[in-house]
């Protein structure tokens, strides 16, 4: 049984809890993580795995009603971000080909777009292992992504333009 569930705790002017923690997942056969509001604040956008799945993207309603499963296809997707609009939900994706790619999804028809396809030139696809070390982001406005990559053990950090392959 996996006890990681999201859960959200109102917070006075002070800065403190007040009351106590309301739970907005309830599903102990995944693991939630990374929650990320909505510019509205009305959705959280946030990544669901499961032992001997790959992980998806996932969407609720702020008081944890109407869970959605926003990406359905095999590769593994994580660290949600949603587009300065809130119409779309950023997400980077390994594809069942190890190839890594910062991708977005139209929360309302559910269709996917590539942002940035991301495979280092002469050093083929990325290992799966890369996932979590490997950061993707996009600015508010989406003309420029910034990553990580930890290279001969140091953590870098890169910025590309949109359109332009990472190097």
């Known amino acids: ?18 009351g ?26 946030y990544s669901v795995g499961r032992a001997g799945v790959a992980p998806d993207i996932w969407t609720i309603e702020a008081d944890g009603s109407n869970p959605v499963q926003m990406t359905l296809d095999a590769g593994s997707e994580g660290g949600p971000q949603w587009s300065p609009d809130g119409r779309e939900v950023l997400f980077k994706a390994f594809s069942e080909d190890d190839r890594l790619s910062l991708r977005a999804i139209d929360v309302e028809s559910r269709r996917e777009r590539s942002l940035l396809a991301f495979d ?25 992504f910034v990553y990580t990559r930890v290279q001969r053990g140091v953590p870098n950090v890169f910025l590309t333009p949109a359109g332009r392959a990472p190097g």
């Open 1 to 18: 049984q996996i006890r990681s569930n999201l859960a959200s705790v109102a917070v006075g002017p002070d800065g403190a809890a007040v």
């Open 20 to 45: 106590g923690a309301v739970r907005l997942t309830n599903d102990t056969s995944r693991r939630n993580t990374n929650p990320t509001y909505s510019p509205d604040g009305r959705r959280i956008a």
């Open 120 to 144: 280092p030139p002469g050093t083929g696809p990325l290992p799966r292992r890369g996932l979590e070390a490997l950061t993707l982001r996009a600015s508010p406005d989406l003309s420029t």
